[in-house]
């Protein structure tokens, strides 16, 4: 499970490090195609580590309901 929640991390990370860059790159653009393609990055950069944020959370509750002794399913 540690190893799941390691390589998760590194993917999450790279991914809101590539929005990041996507984001200024269509912000400097002139051009006015662009500007939809920038809301939406824009719109990724807060959207993504919140969702990142949220599968973390249910990673933690699902290794603890896993060792937790009063749980019917085994």
């Not at 990041?20 to 195609?33: D, G, I, M, S, W």
């Not at 290794?63 to 009063?70: L, R, V, Y």
Request: charged content about 15%; glycine content about 6%.
């Amino acid at each position: 499970m540690e190893k799941a929640r390691r390589i998760f991390a590194l993917v999450g990370v790279i991914l809101i490090l590539a929005l990041y860059v996507l984001t200024l790159v269509f912000a400097l653009q002139k051009n006015p195609a662009f500007k939809g393609l920038f809301l939406g990055a824009l719109f990724c950069t807060i959207a993504v580590p919140v969702i990142l944020y949220v599968f973390g959370l249910l990673l933690k509750n699902a290794k603890g309901k896993q060792n937790d002794p009063n749980n019917d399913i085994h």
